[in-house]
Structures are given as structure tokens and as C-alpha cells.
């Protein structure tokens, strides 16, 4: 018996113990969408570069990588926030990206101005309307959301999420503490019901009729829509896009990023940089942005057929790691707002 | 002079290596900036801890209703399927917390099979979703306590002229309470330490405070803080039942002659198919029939080799893991038994700890810790490589798992009084060959019963995996989460059938293994 559990453990660790070849890139990520699956297999078949993953919270992540230091063995850490990105730049945990394809390939408003992290999408966080209860017409801002107009017929999530807290963090930025302070509450007086649920939810709860607008990102709509599920359809159906604070002068609708930073001490440097370079180029972009909905950073590349329907919008120019340096003020806003 | 055996050694280095994590966290949160803290008390740890409460509160009723009333019915009547309704009732226990929230949110929803309008993501909701998992904790240990009392209670309290209704509130329950206080503790550390569905209800608890100021307000020092201070909450309220119950440990005198199962006549028939039928089809067949459905409608997208590779990493550990639980805690357990110095029953306490902390949170103290040793030295790179995350993985389970290991193998052992040791050190058995020839075998259910509890546990966990897992390592668990948050349910279902398939069929083998050792009636 005893034998047994000591082959057995030997075994298991033998089995455990991987080879250390370089030709390999290791990655955290936040991000954990099939696509990414589909992406990186493409990139091992076009450059035998294997790549290994490990995906948890990106708070979590941020922890482990500050913890094991230089001895990490991670080349690329993946977000879905251009706030957490930031984060881990203020934690000392990254260093700069040269590459000039990279750079052709990218926007140069989504780039970060000082060139730790690379954005590969990005995502509107837009409003939607009940078809059968709201006029186009009423909508204009996100401003506009402290209008008594909306009162009892706001749905949002909950302000523990990254997409609300980046959302808030831009406002602040934009407006200052105190006019943002009062936006706030007076839309937390125009909520339907507590927020809860994710993003989805909150459309659900249009068709269902809790509530008559929502905030939500925009590649939400996008699986909704092409749900299996005819009843998801239907709720994808019974609401229509607003891209807000679209006007002459005014700043643009919030986006947000989806992005990579390489790790101070990343022990293969020079395929972290190659799989970039591969994902923001013009066919993993098209791969993105026909399986996730979510808008390419390349600008050569055309949003997938459903979300051009929405139309072209105008984006927010502000720099996006405001959306990080904002944030813990702006989760002051919502503790002191009554934003659950 | 007695030098220190060998036991006691090791016994020191297994301490260390359990406790030493626990203790980082604890040392850590006296020298951490109290800002936040300070803000999180001012502006929302009362509603948090008031929500915290609220749900405890629920979820522990419901488990309660759900978890006594059947007991006592199966253990005490006779009717027809008893013995499937008794096994079926403890497989809710197969189902995590997960997957009974979103399975019920999928039903529950607008975009669900009855359109439901209403705003289902309540509190209240919540909290008995909860019980449906939860509740088996109570049911289990009810079950055995219900089976063990002798006529001569009934008879006695016959004599006394209390009818069966006061015999239950006066006698049977009294004499269960700290049977169903210890189910009840694994149910509230559980609700304390939820985490996904909280979150996706909306629902601000003590962990969710946790959370936030490790995640939103950048401060993982606060986070520690308040993990230590539920710790300390959590020591306070258990070190205050043990005070109160000191002195009211129950032995069953064995020589009562055990009840025999009365019959109920017809409308007592209905009342008790009512009332073990409902936990049954709404904590079990609902959700495992919408998991199984949900397969067929995805068959085409499930990848084998996926499921096949995932099985076997669940599986491996959760296998070392539980074993090595098992070995851990029996050795400080039977030392306990063993010893008279009071030191090995302190160990016992403290090693317990870690499950009143969030998963998440241990994780994150073994980080802190494993780096602290990676610092010291240059030389020293423990981090990084796969074999190394996979063991942190283990050793983060262990520390999180050894209180349910240790449980109902703690009350098996208290069963049997002194006596037996000292007859058999007359005898000049030494205590391993005690143990061999004497505790083992007496003990057996209690060690396989732990075994199975913590499988099922490690199993169903989530928040560790996902931190401390090396590259590329996924687990049913982790795979069903990340399908489900993307709301893709019907991917999910084939990595969350597994896991509930895998959980059944070693609860039912326990259960048919504890039949035949007549812990039950029947």
C-alpha cells in the first residue's frame, strides 16, 4: 500500500513537471472568452509558439504577479479595463512595449500615451431603451440620466463593477467631484429597482418591465442577439442602442479597452511582442470582432455586420488611465451616493 | 525527563506549516495603513453586516425546516421509499452554491421557460437557494442523531405525559443540539464565504466588503484586515458555543434498545411524502433535470478530450488533497485523544481556522507567505514553476478543508470513552498499534465519511482554483464558472453535470457504507 502512494505521488509529480522550453508565452488573464481560445491556437499553428494561460480576476492576478516578483514567470497580463492596466503600471509591475507594427496597427487615441499597455478592442458603455416605452428623442447625455424624467425607470448594475466604477471615474474626470456628486445621486433617486445582476440582466429586465433604460456594454446586445435562445433574441429585440453625449461640442460616448501589458521582467520578451504584433493585426481582429462584438483597435478593421448596424459613434477622448487614477474617487462617489 | 517523541516533532512541523499562512494574515493586518478600514466602517460595513446577518438568517432557517422535519420523519417511520428519499435527500450537497444560483436564475428569469416578471435577483431568494444546497449539512447530522436515541427517551418521556409534539421540542431536539449546532456552523461559515451568487444578486455581505476593497480600492492590506477580523468574529462565536456546551456533552447510552420505525397511517403517509418531496424536487431534481437537458441542446459543442482532461484534474486534487486532510487530521485528532497535555486540543482549534476565511483570502495569505520564503534568499525561486503552484494548491486546500475533514472524524472519536486506551496501554500496545488494531476499524465511517465531505468540497471549490492554479490547469469547477458568468449555461452544463455526477455517486456509496455499519435504522 504504502508503495503505492509513493509511486502514485511520484508519478503525478513527474507528470507535473513541465519542460521549460522557450518557445512559449505565458499569460494572465482576466479575459475569458472563447475567442481568446480560438486566437491563441491560431497563433500557435502560424508561429509554433505555444501559448499557456491562466485566468482569474485581474485584482487577483495584479496580487500574484506582485508577489512573485522577479521570479514570475509571466510575459502578458490581459484585461478587460484599461483602469486595471493602470493599476498594475502604478504597482511597478510592467515595462514599455516597442514595436512598430503594433503601432501602425493600433488607434492612436485608444493607446495608452505612456506606452505600457496595448489595446486590442474596445467596448462602448451605451444606454438602451424600451421600444415600446421610451422616445428616442428623450435621450441625449449621460448627463441627462439625473433627469426626474427617468425617475423609478433606470436599470444599472452594481457599483462593485469595473465597468460602472471606469464609467464613473470617466465622469469625474470630466466634470469634476462635484457636479458628478450630485449626477449621481439624483440618478441613484431615478433607479427602478436596487442595481443587481449583470449587464444582461438589466436588458431582461426592459422586456420584462421593471425598468424602461439601462446602462450596459455595447457587446452585451450583440450576444444577446445572437443568442440561441429565441427568448434572449426577443429581449435583444425589445430595446434599440443609444450612443449618449453624441451632440455638437459635446465629448462622446465612454469605451473602455480591452488590453495587454508585458511584465517587468518577462522571460520571453520577444514572443510576447510577436503574439501583440498577431492580434493586432487585421485577421485576429476580424476574429475578435466577429466572435465577441466588441469594436477592433485596428482601425483597418470593420466592427462585425450586427454592431455597424448601430452606427458609427463618436468616442470619448479622454485618456484612459483617468479611468484608473479616478477611481478610487470615484468609488467615494458611489458609497456616499447611495449607489449599491 | 521525557525527551520530545517523534510525534510531537512532527506534530509541531504540520502546525507550523497549516497555521503559519493564517498567522501572516493576522500579523499582517496590524501593520497595514487603516484608511480604508476606517472608511469602510464609517460608510458601509453596518449594512454590510446587516445584509451579512439577514442571509444568515434566512439561509439558516430554511436549512433548518428543510433539514430537520425529513430527518425526523425518516428516521422514525416507516413508508413506502424510504430508503431512496433518505439517500436522495443528502445529494443536494453534490450541487455548489454556483451552479444552484444560476440554474435557478436561468428558470427564474424573464428569458426563462415561464417568463416570469418579476424581479427574482431578492435577497430572500437568495437565501433559500442557498439552503437548497446547504441544507444536507443539517440534514446528515439530524439523520444520525434522530437514529441513535433509544426507546427508553420515548418511553421515558411517554411516562411523563408528553405527547409527541412535546417530545420532539422537549426532548429529541435538546438532546440533538449539538449535532445540528455543528451542521448549522459548516452553514453559516458557507454563506459567510459566498462570494459569485452574492455578487450577481446584488446582495452587499461582509464579503462583498472584502472584496471591494481589495478589487475597487486598490488596498489588499484592508481586505486582510477585515478577513482577520471575521476570523476573529468567527473564533469568538465558536469559542462561545463550545463554553456554553461544555458541560452538556452527550454521550448515547448504547445499551437503550433503539426505537423501532412506527407506521403512519394514511394521512400521515401524504403529510411526510409532502414534506420530504419538496427539498427533494426543488434542491435536487430540478436543477440536475435542467443541467441534463441543457446537454442535449448542447451535444454537438462538447469537446470529450476537454471533459476527459478536466475530470482527471478535478479529480487528482481533489483526491490528494482529501487524503492527505484525512491523514493530517486524524494524526492530530488521535494525538488529542492520546495525550493528556491540553497542547494537541489548542491545535486542534486553531487549525480549524482557516475555514472561516473567504478562499480567496487564503489564497491570497499562501501567496504572501510562499513569497516571504521566496524573498529570503536569492537562490530560492520557488514560484513559477508548475509542479510548485500545483503543490501551493494543495496546501491552500488543506488549510482551507481541514475543519470539514476533521469533523465527524472529532465526533467519532469522542464516542468511545478512556477506557479503551488505557486497557489496551495495559495491555503494552504502543499508540500506533492502538490506533491499527482499536480506532481505526472502530472508526472507519467517520474516516471514509471525511474523505467523501472533503472531495465533494474540493470538488465544487472555486475561488482558490482559480487564483493558485498553474498555467493552463482547469478544473469542472473553474470551466462551468467561466461558461456560466458568460451566461453561456447550456456550454456550462456538461463541466457542472460532472462535477454533481462524480459528487452523487460517492455520497450514495458513502451512504450505502454507512447503512451497513447501522449508524441508521433500518
Given at each position: 500500500m504504502k508503495n503505492y502512494i509513493i509511486l502514485f505521488f511520484s508519478l503525478f509529480i513527474l507528470a507535473s513537471c513541465?519542460?521549460?522550453?522557450?518557445?512559449e508565452i505565458n499569460i494572465y488573464s482576466k479575459r475569458h472568452y472563447q475567442v481568446d481560445i480560438k486566437q491563441y491556437e491560431n497563433f500557435e499553428k502560424a508561429t509554433g509558439i505555444k501559448v499557456n494561460v491562466i485566468k482569474s480576476s485581474d485584482d487577483e492576478l495584479l496580487e500574484r504577479l506582485k508577489n512573485e516578483g522577479k521570479n514570475s514567470p509571466a510575459d502578458l497580463f490581459v484585461t478587460v479595463d484599461a483602469g486595471k492596466l493602470q493599476k498594475g503600471v502604478q504597482m511597478g509591475l510592467f515595462q514599455k512595449i516597442k514595436s512598430d507594427i503594433i503601432d501602425s496597427n493600433v488607434s492612436n487615441d485608444l493607446k495608452d500615451i505612456n506606452g505600457f499597455w496595448i489595446p486590442i478592442t474596445y467596448r462602448a458603455r451605451l444606454l438602451v431603451y424600451s421600444n415600446e416605452r421610451v422616445n428616442k428623442s428623450d435621450l441625449s447625455t449621460y448627463e441627462d440620466l439625473a433627469n426626474d424624467k427617468w425617475r423609478g425607470r433606470l436599470l444599472v448594475r452594481s457599483s462593485s463593477n469595473a465597468y460602472n466604477q471606469a464609467l464613473m471615474s470617466s465622469l469625474y474626470a470630466n466634470l469634476g467631484e462635484e457636479t458628478v456628486t450630485n449626477w449621481s445621486s439624483d440618478v441613484v433617486k431615478n433607479f427602478a429597482r436596487d442595481p443587481k445582476g449583470n449587464d444582461r440582466d438589466q436588458v431582461k429586465a426592459i422586456a420584462a418591465g421593471q425598468g424602461d433604460i439601462a446602462i450596459v456594454n455595447s457587446y452585451y446586445i450583440g450576444l444577446l442577439l445572437s443568442s440561441e435562445k429565441q427568448s434572449e433574441v426577443d429581449a435583444g429585440k425589445s430595446v434599440s442602442v443609444f450612443f449618449p453625449n453624441q451632440g455638437d461640442g459635446q465629448r462622446g460616448t465612454h469605451i473602455n479597452i480591452s488590453g495587454f501589458a508585458m511584465t517587468k521582467n518577462a522571460p520571453n520578451k520577444e514572443n510576447a511582442i510577436k503574439l501583440l504584433e498577431y492580434l493586432t493585426g487585421v485577421d485576429a481582429q476580424n476574429t475578435y470582432v466577429n466572435n465577441s462584438y466588441e469594436y477592433p483597435a485596428n482601425p483597418k478593421v470593420k466592427p462585425s455586420d450586427l454592431v455597424q448596424s448601430w452606427g458609427d459613434f463618436k468616442r470619448d477622448k479622454l485618456d484612459l488611465n483617468a479611468l484608473g487614477t479616478f477611481r478610487e474617487k470615484a468609488i467615494k462617489v458611489f458609497d456616499n451616493t447611495g449607489w449599491k | 525527563m521525557k525527551t520530545v517523541k517523534f510525534q510531537d516533532k512532527v506534530a509541531l512541523l504540520l502546525f507550523v506549516l497549516i497555521f503559519s499562512p493564517i498567522l501572516f494574515l493576522l500579523v499582517k493586518s496590524f501593520n497595514q495603513d487603516t484608511e480604508t478600514l476606517q472608511y469602510l466602517f464609517k460608510n458601509l460595513l453596518f449594512d454590510y453586516s446587516i445584509n451579512t446577518i439577514y442571509l444568515v438568517l434566512i439561509t439558516s432557517f430554511f436549512s433548518l425546516i428543510i433539514g430537520i422535519i425529513p430527518a425526523w420523519y425518516v428516521s422514525n417511520y416507516q413508508f413506502a421509499g424510504r430508503r431512496i428519499i433518505d439517500l436522495i435527500l443528502y445529494l443536494p450537497l453534490a450541487i455548489p452554491t454556483y451552479i444552484m444560483a444560476f440554474t435557478y436564475s436561468e428558470l427564474l428569469s424573464f428569458t426563462g421557460p415561464f417568463k416570469i416578471t418579476y424581479d427574482f435577483l431578492q435577497i430572500e431568494i437568495l437565501g433559500i437557494l442557498l439552503a437548497f444546497s446547504l441544507y444536507p449539512y443539517i440534514y446528515s447530522v439530524s439523520r444520525i442523531s434522530f437514529s441513535l436515541f433509544g426507546s427508553r427517551y420515548y418511553d421515558m418521556a411517554k411516562n411523563l405525559g408528553l405527547n409527541a409534539y412535546q417530545t420532539i421540542l422537549k426532548v429529541v431536539l435538546p438532546l440533538s443540539r449539538p449535532a445540528i449546532l455543528s451542521g448549522l456552523f459548516l452553514v453559516v461559515m458557507e454563506v459567510l464565504n459566498e462570494y459569485g451568487a452574492v455578487k450577481y444578486f446584488g446582495v452587499n455581505t461582509y464579503t462583498i466588503g472584502i472584496f471591494r476593497s481589495w478589487n475597487s480600492m486598490n488596498d489588499s492590506g484592508a481586505a486582510i484586515q477585515l478577513s482577520s477580523i471575521l476570523l476573529f468574529m468567527v473564533a469568538f462565536l465558536f469559542f462561545v458555543e463550545k463554553y456554553f456546551n461544555k458541560n452538556k456533552r452527550f454521550s448515547f447510552s448504547k445499551n437503550t434498545q433503539l426505537a423501532s420505525l412506527n407506521s403512519p397511517n394514511n394521512s400521515m403517509k401524504f403529510l411526510i411524502y409532502v414534506i420530504c418531496l419538496i427539498p427533494i424536487i426543488l434542491a435536487f431534481l430540478i436543477p440536475v433535470l435542467f443541467n441534463l437537458i441543457n446537454i442535449f441542446s448542447s451535444y454537438e459543442d462538447i469537446n470529450f478530450e476537454r471533459l476527459l482532461n478536466l475530470t482527471f484534474n478535478s479529480f487528482t486534487v481533489s483526491l490528494i488533497a482529501s487524503v492527505l486532510i484525512l491523514i493530517v487530521s486524524t494524526f492530530f485528532l488521535y494525538n488529542e485523544k492520546m495525550s493528556n497535555s491540553k497542547v494537541y486540543y489548542y491545535i486542534n482549534q486553531f487549525i480549524s481556522l482557516g475555514y472561516s476565511i473567504p478562499g480567496a483570502v487564503v489564497a491570497l495569505a499562501v501567496v504572501i507567505s510562499v513569497t516571504s520564503l521566496d524573498n529570503l534568499d536569492d537562490n530560492i525561486k520557488l514560484l513559477g514553476s508548475f509542479s510548485v503552484y500545483f503543490l501551493i494548491l494543495i496546501y491552500a486546500y488543506i488549510i482551507r478543508f481541514m475543519a470539514v475533514g476533521k469533523s465527524p472524524i472529532k465526533s467519532s472519536l469522542e464516542k468511545y470513552p478512556d477506557s479503551y486506551n488505557n486497557s489496551a496501554k495495559n495491555l503494552g500496545l504502543s499508540n500506533f498499534k492502538i490506533f491499527q488494531k482499536i480506532y481505526f476499524p472502530i472508526n472507519k465511517y467517520a474516516f471514509f465519511t471525511a474523505l467523501t465531505l472533503v472531495f465533494v468540497d474540493i470538488m465544487k471549490e472555486l475561488p482558490i482554483t482559480l487564483i493558485l492554479r498553474p498555467f493552463n490547469f482547469d478544473t469542472l469547477a473553474t470551466q462551468t464558472y467561466e461558461f456560466a458568468i458568460e451566461e453561456m449555461i447550456p456550454l456550462s452544463s456538461i463541466y457542472s453535470s460532472v462535477i454533481i455526477i462524480i459528487c452523487c455517486i460517492l455520497l450514495i456509496f458513502l451512504k450505502m457504507f454507512l447503512d451497513k455499519s447501522n449508524v441508521f435504522r433500518n
Open positions: 513541465e519542460q521549460n522550453n522557450s518557445n | -
